[in-house]
C-alpha cells in the first residue's frame, strides 16, 4: 500500500485542539469515501506543521478527482481554520512487492471479502483477484460507503472473536458462515445493491469452516441446493461458486 502524507502548518492564530478534531474528521471522511485504508493513522505535531500518515491503495487515491462533497468541505474548513493550505505528498509504498490494485478494464465479477487483518478494500475483482478502491464503484450511499464498511467491521469484529476462541467463538462462526445469518444478510444486501449499481454481478464470500470435513467437497449451495462446486479452486481459494444465489465459499480448511 502506499503511505500518504497530509500536512497542514497551524499558524499562531488557530486553535491546536480545534485542528486536531477538525483534521480527524477529514480523516474519517477520506475512509468513508474509500480513499483511505484502515481505520488508525499515524499523527503527529512536528513544530508548527501537524501530520498524519493513512495507506491508501493507489498513488492518487487522495487526488482531488476522487473527493466527495464531504471530503471538500472539510479541506475547505481546515484550510480556514489554519489560514494555510493542506499539502498531500506520497511519503512511500508499504510493501517493496505491493502491486497496487485491480487494473481491468471490466472485471467479470466482484467479490465481497475481508478477514480480521486486512486493511485493504472488501471489494474484490474476480477477474484478477485484486481489490477495487471504493471510490472506483458509483457512489452507495450517502455520497460515500459507509454501509460496506460498516458490514466490514462487523465481519472483522466476528473474525477476531472466532480466532481469539474464548468468548462467543461459535456465535461468531455462525454469524460468518450460516447465509441466513445477520451478517451474511448484511453482506448479501450489499452484493446485490452493488450489482444493480455496476452490473457487474457481486458475489458473497461465505467463510466455511467444518470440525469433520469429510464430505465437504460434495455440499450443495446452501442457498439452493443445488451443485456449485467449481472444476478447478479458483485462485487456490474459492472451491465453490453458485450463480444464481451469488455465494462463493471454500472447502473447509482443517483436515
Ligand atoms: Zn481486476
Ligand atoms: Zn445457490
Known amino acids: 500500500m502506499y503511505i500518504q502524507e497530509i500536512s ?6 488557530a486553535n491546536k485542539n480545534e485542528l ?13 469515501n474509500g480513499q483511505t485504508q484502515g481505520r488508525i493513522e499515524t499523527q503527529y505535531i512536528e513544530k508548527n506543521k501537524m501530520v498524519c500518515l493513512p495507506f491508501t491503495l493507489e498513488k492518487n487515491s487522495l487526488n482531488k ?14 484550510e480556514k481554520l489554519a489560514a494555510s493550505k493542506i499539502a498531500i505528498k506520497t511519503a512511500g509504498k508499504s510493501y517493496a512487492d505491493y502491486v497496487g490494485p485491480c487494473t481491468c478494464k471490466k472485471s467479470e465479477f466482484y467479490i465481497l471479502i475481508t478477514n480480521y487483518i486486512s ?12 481489490s477495487i478502491p471504493l471510490y472506483r464503484l458509483p457512489q452507495y450511499y ?16 466476528c473474525d477476531r472473536l ?24 448484511q453482506g448479501v444486501t450489499i452484493c446485490k445493491k452493488i450489482e444493480e449499481l455496476t452490473n457487474i454481478p457481486t458475489y458473497y464470500y ?12 460434495n455440499r450443495k449451495c446452501p442457498c439452493c441446493q443445488r451443485e456449485w462446486r467449481l472444476n478447478t479452486t479458483l485462485y487456490n481459494i474459492y472451491d465453490f461458486k453458485c450463480d444464481q ?11
Open 8 to 13: 497542514i502548518d497551524i499558524t499562531t492564530k
Open 20 to 32: 486536531i478534531d477538525a483534521l480527524s474528521l477529514l480523516l474519517e471522511f477520506y475512509r468513508g
Open 65 to 78: 478527482v476522487h473527493n466527495n462533497k464531504y471530503v471538500n468541505n472539510q479541506i475547505e474548513k481546515i
Open 119 to 130: 486493511i485493504d478494500s472488501p471489494i474484490i475483482c474476480g477477474s484478477c483477484n485484486k
Open 142 to 157: 450517502d455520497f460515500g460507503y459507509m454501509p460496506i464498511l460498516a458490514w466490514e467491521v462487523n465481519y472483522q469484529c
Open 162 to 185: 472466532q480466532m481469539n476462541c474464548e468468548v462467543g467463538e461459535r456465535w461468531a462462526l455462525n454469524q460468518m458462515q450460516e447465509v441466513k445469518s445477520q451478517l451474511s444478510k
Open 206 to 217: 461465505l467463510y466455511n469452516y467444518k470440525k469433520n470435513r469429510k464430505g465437504d467437497e
Open 245 to 255: 444465489c451469488r455465494i462463493i465459499s471454500t472447502i473447509s480448511p482443517n483436515i
